[in-house]
């Protein structure tokens, strides 16, 4: 299992497991529930793209998936901090192709399962099947012609989210949305530059039924999750709050602990 956050328990009983994830961990399990390769207390943090091409590389030559590695980076991290941090990765990726095609392809991957059905297997299926970033970009099959329909659907999504002025109070800016799209990290992201000494939070009460999902985003703050447990409200079992890791982090909370947390 990657990138869905480390904790105890056992995910599967008597199925060996694996965890490779660069999120901080909420708890750690048993070594006989799970082996854990985090990457979450390295400086700079791997993003789990990365830390599954470390992974693959102890077994062979790997240098023809570097680019899956690259995908991963610039979809968590953006394109700037994924070049200053990780250029080994990075450098040789933007020599084989053009800046614009990598983002090209990191946002018609991400699409599917941003989009309101949460579908992520045409996803998946391209990138199984590709030879490089261009085999994603011009493919005409079904599932690239669903990642472009999804990508289609997100963008409209987030341009009317965007419309949205942000609500201030101290250090926070909050970005309201109401969208069955899991637009609100994107809503957060995009408002980062602009609100440089606020951390950004974009919350999405339209996701799902019940909840309100949120995601933090900040260029001043460097550790969110911390600054998002100062200010944690008291939580229900089915909450969960400040997951992530310190530069993006955020949860999905019960409507009543959302207006907690928000008041």
């Known amino acids: 299992m990657t990138d869905l956050g480390v904790q105890a328990g056992t995910i599967l009983t008597g199925v060996p497991t694996v965890l490779a994830d660069h999120h901080v961990p909420r708890s750690w399990p048993e070594a006989s529930e ?23 590389a102890t077994l062979g030559a790997v240098d023809d998936l570097a680019w899956l590695a690259g995908i991963g980076l610039v979809g968590d991290l953006g394109e700037r901090a994924a070049s200053a941090d990780f250029p080994e990765t990075m450098v040789p990726l933007k020599k084989a192709h053009t800046a614009r095609t990598l983002r090209e392809v990191v946002s018609l991957v991400n699409a599917p399962r941003r989009s309101a059905s949460g579908d992520a297997g045409p996803a998946l299926r391209m990138l199984l099947r590709a030879d490089g970033l261009r085999d994603v970009v011009v493919g005409t099959e079904p599932d690239a012609a669903a990642l472009h329909a999804a990508r289609a659907e997100v963008k409209a999504a987030l341009e009317a989210a965007r419309a949205v002025p942000p609500l201030f109070a101290g250090p926070v800016a909050l970005i309201r949305c109401d969208s069955p799209c899991q637009i609100h990290p994107l809503v957060a992201q995009s408002w980062t530059h602009r609100l440089r000494r606020q951390v950004g939070i974009g919350a999405n009460a339209g996701f799902r039924a019940g909840y309100v999902h949120f995601a933090a985003r900040s260029l001043g703050v460097p550790d969110l999750i911390g600054f998002l447990k100062e200010r944690a409200p008291p939580l229900g079992p089915d909450d969960y709050f400040a997951q992530g890791h310190r530069g993006a982090t955020g949860g999905q909370v019960r409507v009543g602990t959302w207006n907690r947390f928000a008041a």
């Open 34 to 56: 799970a082996t854990v390769i985090s990457g979450h207390a390295d400086a700079p943090t791997p993003t789990s793209s990365l830390l599954a091409h470390a992974c693959a």
